[in-house]
C-alpha cells in the first residue's frame, strides 16, 4: 500500500499533490485505506449510484455510522474522496467536502454555520455570485448580512458585528481588485467574538497561501478554476480547519442533541470534525450538490500540476501588469504583485510564492475604449472564468457585477474602463502583443493616440497602488 501522506507531512508541496490521500488498492474508504486488491495507480472512477453491501448488518452499520464505506453517490464515492483527502491535504485542514461547484462550495459551507435569525458579516470586495447569494437567496432564509469596505480595519469588523452574527466571509484575493485581505487580522477579531473566520481561496490556492495557517477555520475554493486548471469541468470544496470550539452557545445545532445522532449532539459525536460532519451529512447531502466522479477524476488530474501551473502564471501575470503600468493608455493596474500597490506589503507576507494570476486594470476612455479593447483581442479568450491553462478576459461592469447599480460599481472602483485578466500558461510576450493589438483599438475608437511615457518614468500612485487616475467627475462620466 502507498504511504498515506496528510497535511502534516514533511513532503514538499509538489509531492503532496501529487500523492497525497491515496492509496493503492481502488476503492479506499473515506480515511483512504484500500479495500480491493486491483493496485491501480491512477484514482479510478466509479460511476455508480450506489454501492453494493455484503449484508443486512453492513447496510444497517453503514448507514449508520458503525462501519466506513459508501452507500450511494450523494453521500459520497471513492473517487470523489480521493480528491477530498488530497484537497484537505493541501491545505492542511481535517477533513474536505466534494460539491458540484464553487457556488455550491460557498452556500453548503455557510449554510451549516447558518439559520433565520443569523447575521453573515463579509468584506464588501467579493465575488458577485457570493454577494448575490446573500443579498438575495440567504435573504429570503431570514439570513440578514452586513459588509465591511474597509476589509483590513479592525475596527470595521468590531463594528459590523452584532450578537446575532455567526460567520465572517472573505476571500484571500478579492475579485476583481485584489485588494488583499489581511487574514489574521480578520481572523483576530472573529474569534474575539467566537465566531469562525471562511475564506474563499479559489484565486491564491493551496500552493501560494493556506487561509488555515493564518486563523482561518473554514476554506472554499471554486475546484473549476486554479485547481482543475482546463477550463474543463465544475466543482467546489470545503476544507474544516482545527481548533474552533463547535460546543459555543452561538451554534445550537451543533452543540445540542441531534435527532439523526441518537440524542448526541454533534460536537459530541465529532468534537472538531462537528461542523464538516454537519456540512456534509445534513446540508451537502440533503441539498444535493453531487459532483460527477469523472468531473473529480478530472480535477485530480489537474491538482497533480497545480504548482507548475500557478508559478508560472504568476511570474508572467507580473511581467504582463509591470507592462500595463508603463502604458499612457491605462489609467490604473490592480495587482498587489507590483510595487506600487497598496497591498504590496501584505502581498510580500501572505503570498511570497506569486501574487496569483488574476487581476484588474483600467483603460482611459470608458466602455467605449474597453469595448473597442476587448473585441481586439485574438489570444486572450473572452471568458467569464478564470484559473484557466488559457488567457481570459471580461468586463466586469457589463458582465459579472452588472447587476450593481452606478454608484455601487463607482464605490467598488469598477470602472467603466476596467478590465479583468486571469492570465494563463503562454509566453509573456505573445499575450503582450495582443494586448498592444487591444490599445491599438482602444486609440482608434478614441480618435487620438495618447501622449507616450518615457519607460521608467515615476508615476504617481492611488490609493489601489495604481497609476494616478484623471479626475473622478470625469472617470464617472466616461
Do not use: C
Amino acid at each position: 500500500m502507498t504511504q498515506e501522506i496528510s497535511g502534516a507531512s514533511p513532503l514538499g508541496f509538489a509531492t503532496r499533490q501529487v500523492h497525497a490521500g491515496t492509496a493503492s488498492g481502488a476503492a479506499a474508504g473515506r480515511g483512504g485505506a484500500a479495500a480491493d486488491g486491483i493496485n491501480a495507480r491512477a484514482t479510478p472512477i466509479y460511476l455508480s449510484a450506489g454501492f453494493v453491501f455484503d449484508d443486512f448488518d453492513q447496510a444497517r452499520d453503514r448507514f449508520g455510522g458503525a462501519e466506513d464505506g459508501f452507500t450511494y453517490t450523494r453521500i459520497g464515492n471513492p473517487t470523489n474522496a480521493a480528491v477530498e483527502r488530497r484537497i484537505a491535504a493541501l491545505e492542511g485542514g481535517r477533513e474536505a467536502i466534494l460539491v458540484g461547484s464553487g457556488q455550491a462550495a460557498v452556500s453548503v459551507a455557510l449554510l451549516a454555520l447558518l439559520g433565520a435569525g443569523d447575521h453573515l458579516l463579509s468584506a464588501t470586495s467579493i465575488y458577485e455570485g457570493s454577494r448575490g447569494l446573500f443579498l438575495d437567496n440567504f435573504a429570503r432564509l431570514g439570513i440578514e448580512t452586513g459588509f465591511v469596505a474597509e476589509a483590513n480595519d479592525p475596527l470595521a469588523w468590531e463594528l459590523g458585528i452584532r450578537p446575532e452574527t455567526r460567520a465572517i466571509f472573505v476571500e484571500s484575493i478579492p475579485n476583481p481588485k485584489n485588494d488583499l485581505v489581511d487574514l489574521a487580522l480578520v481572523a483576530e477579531v472573529a474569534h474575539r467574538h467566537g465566531i469562525p473566520l471562511v475564506v474563499d481561496n479559489t484565486f491564491a490556492t493551496p500552493y501560494l497561501l493556506r487561509p488555515l495557517e493564518h486563523g482561518a477555520d473554514v476554506v472554499v475554493h471554486s475546484a473549476s478554476k486554479f485547481l482543475a486548471g482546463h477550463g474543463a469541468v465544475l466543482g467546489g470544496v470545503i476544507v474544516s480547519g482545527e481548533g474552533f470550539d463547535w460546543s459555543a452557545g452561538r451554534y445550537a445545532h451543533l452543540a445540542e442533541p441531534a435527532r439523526v445522532l441518537g440524542g448526541r449532539s454533534y460536537a459530541e459525536q465529532f468534537g472538531a470534525d462537528a461542523f464538516i460532519s454537519y456540512a456534509r451529512d445534513v446540508v451537502a447531502s440533503r441539498f444535493g450538490p453531487t459532483p460527477s466522479p469523472i468531473n473529480a477524476f478530472l480535477i485530480q488530474q489537474g491538482i497533480e500540476t497545480l504548482s507548475l501551473r500557478v508559478d508560472r502564471q504568476s511570474a508572467t501575470a507580473l511581467t504582463v501588469a509591470e507592462w500595463l503600468e508603463q502604458q499612457p493608455e491605462i489609467e490604473s493596474v490592480d495587482y498587489s504583485g507590483l510595487a506600487s500597490s497598496a497591498h504590496h506589503e501584505l502581498a510580500q507576507r501572505y503570498l511570497p510564492n506569486g501574487q496569483g494570476s488574476v487581476f484588474s486594470f483600467t483603460v482611459r476612455g470608458g466602455t467605449e475604449a474597453a469595448r473597442a479593447f476587448f473585441d481586439a483581442l485574438g489570444l486572450f479568450t473572452r471568458m467569464t472564468h478564470l484559473g484557466d491553462v488559457r488567457s481570459l478576459i471580461i468586463h466586469p461592469a457589463s458582465t459579472t457585477h452588472a447587476w450593481r447599480s452606478e454608484q455601487q460599481l463607482q464605490e467598488a472602483g469598477i470602472w467603466p474602463g476596467l478590465l479583468r485578466v486571469s492570465i494563463g500558461v503562454e509566453d509573456a510576450a505573445d499575450l503582450i502583443a495582443d494586448l498592444e493589438r487591444g490599445f491599438a483599438a482602444a486609440r482608434a475608437a478614441s480618435g487620438a493616440a495618447a501622449a507616450p511615457v518615457a519607460s521608467g518614468a515615476p508615476r504617481a500612485a492611488t490609493a489601489s497602488g495604481a497609476d494616478a487616475p484623471v479626475d473622478l467627475a470625469e472617470r464617472v462620466a466616461s
